[in-house]
């Protein structure tokens, strides 16, 4: 690999430019001077992948394109070549094309594809291991996340980030997490890790910087249940707002696809950046603190 070391003059490319992970990046390489230029390219068009890299030189690519399906993961089931063009396909033809340009690629994965098993009891505590093989295929989008990672293995020039159920400060955003469920009309509630936008991806830029490679939990320590979450957005946000609750298996009939809940074990992620703080200090500190409703 031929990625800049630490002291060199950074330049990022990144793909996702319609995307919320994509445009954040952006906002950050702004507020942090670093020069960075959206990919025009399509992730599955190699001619179009290796145009963009000799246009702009980048030191570093980020990968925060791929299908989640729009409202859902349900989308997937129904449009499965498209998702496999882009979540595989595309993922590995951009990995291929910047190992043969020595460049490193931090690829935000997702950790959807664990389920709670009879080693990962629910509320044990233990949490799934960055060299764990996925154990949930419930649906077809997480199949197809499963089965890149593993190919990816093979790349010794990428960074893969398993991002869970992402949150940010922006509560106004439909694809947050806590937006999300604030608006269901029915939820079930599950512990579940989860990754803090706003703490974890300057982290990821942070790990561009060290040139870190392989898999990494993406998530902040610890789980936190979809009522906690709920009841912090009431006492912080909403004092009048409420929610019911339903089963896995009153949610299933709602559903087309399963969803996964599992817990990440972060540590190797903490042991890096040991400032990383706790699903629950991280929601306080960045997410419903700077919105809390000033009370009479």
């Known amino acids: 690999m031929t990625a800049s070391d630490s002291a060199a003059p950074l330049k990022f490319l990144i793909y996702g430019r319609k995307g919320w992970i994509g445009g954040l990046l952006g906002g950050l390489c702004k507020a942090q001077s670093i020069p960075f230029e959206y990919g025009a390219g399509r992730l599955q068009d190699r001619a179009s992948l290796i ?19 729009r409202p859902n993961v349900d989308w997937c089931e129904s449009h499965k070549v498209e998702t ?16 043969e340009k020595g460049l490193l690629v931090i690829n ?13 009891p629910l509320g044990s505590g233990i949490g799934f291991k960055e060299e764990d093989s996925p154990n949930f295929i419930g649906s077809f989008y997480s199949k197809t996340k499963a089965m890149v990672e593993d190919l990816l293995k093979n790349y010794e020039n990428v960074c893969t980030l398993r991002v869970r159920m992402p949150i940010s400060s ?36 942070e790990m561009a910087k060290r040139n870190l490679t392989g898999i990494w939990n993406f ?22 707002f409420t929610w019911k609750n339903f089963s896995l298996e009153e949610q299933a009939k709602v559903i087309v696809a399963p969803r996964s809940n599992n817990e990440l074990d972060a540590s190797k992620l903490k042991k890096e950046f040991p400032q990383l703080m706790s699903i629950k200090e991280s929601l306080i500190k960045y997410v419903f603190e700077p919105n809390k409703t000033v009370k009479a």
């Open 108 to 120: 935000y994965a997702t950790g959807c594809i664990f389920e709670y098993d009879e080693k990962h």
């Open 219 to 240: 998530t902040n320590p610890g789980v936190v249940s979809h009522n906690e979450i709920l009841e912090m957005y009431r006492d912080y946000i909403n004092p009048s």
């Open 51 to 69: 145009a963009d890299i000799a246009a702009v030189q980048p030191t570093h690519v980020f990968n925060a394109a791929g299908v989640t399906g």
């Open 170 to 205: 922006d509560l106004n955003n439909p694809r947050n997490f806590i937006t999300k469920i604030s608006r269901y009309e029915k939820v079930v509630d599950i512990p579940n890790s989860m990754t803090i936008l706003d703490e974890l991806l300057p982290i990821s830029i």
């Open 84 to 99: 496999i063009r882009t979540n595989v396909v595309g993922t590995l033809t951009l990995a291929d094309v910047c190992r």
